[in-house]
């Protein structure tokens, strides 16, 4: 990081905008091409649009956005790392040890619980809640009002990097709730206000209203009307 300069302890790049009203903790690194909305919380230790690492050894090469964007009201907590090219939406809360690869972009109003891991480029839309110890893979879809519990995995390369294969993530649809301890291999699609329960692997689409039980999840009954999000 060069030209930066030095103020409460927090480090600043190049081409940075800093809105109204930001709360800054303690050691905060800010890279360049960073843009932060206003009333924007940012907590001790965390880093903001970090470069992607590149090694030989990586089955796929990393490409950084050129521009990091923190929205309107949002909390990024304790030692999160967001990777350069990521867009977090207004009022959305990105909890203590999450990081977050670059181009993901993250809607309004969601909540990433702590240690949630996010993908380079997947796309999460409003009103999200991710819950502690996750993994989001990346090519990953998730539409608004899905809930996913804790140490929920998703996968996007059946070959796991021994071959070439096409990487798929995974499409959650509108309103769908994700039990904990969730697996999804590549690829699957689970539909509108779809239920998963918990410790199911997903080895295959799920269709809208149908609750999903068992390895692998089959379809049990249609999703009760107190179980579908508003």
């Known amino acids: 990081m060069e030209e930066c300069f030095k103020m409460n302890d927090c480090f600043i790049g190049k081409f940075v905008k800093i809105g109204r009203g930001i709360k800054m903790g303690h050691n905060v690194v800010i890279h360049d091409h960073v843009t932060i909305g206003k009333n924007v919380q940012i907590h001790d230790n965390a880093v903001i649009g970090q470069k992607p690492f590149s090694s030989k050894i990586l089955t796929r090469k990393s490409t950084a956005g050129a521009k990091t964007v923190i929205s309107d009201g949002s909390i990024i907590g ?48 409003n009103k999200v809640r991710i819950m502690n110890s996750s993994h989001i893979t990346s090519d990953t879809l998730i539409e608004d009002n899905v809930f ?12 796991m990097g021994r071959s070439k294969f096409k990487m ?29 329960g918990a410790g199911a692997v997903v080895t295959h689409d799920i269709p809208d209203n149908k609750m999903v039980f068992g390895i692998p999840a089959r379809i049990v009954k249609d999703t009760p009307e107190d179980m579908k999000s508003k």
């Open 78 to 125: 304790a030692n999160v790392v967001l990777y350069a090219g990521c867009q977090i939406g207004k009022n959305t809360i990105i909890s203590d040890l999450a990081a977050i690869r670059e181009n993901c972009r993250i809607g309004n109003q969601c909540t990433i619980g702590t240690g949630v891991t996010i993908n380079l480029g997947a796309v999460i839309k």
């Open 148 to 159: 996913i519990s804790v140490h929920v995995t998703s996968t996007n390369d059946n070959k």
């Open 168 to 196: 798929k993530g995974v499409h959650i649809k509108k309103g769908a709730s994700i039990g904990a301890g969730v697996v999804f291999l590549p690829g699957v699609t689970v539909g509108r206000q779809a239920v998963v």
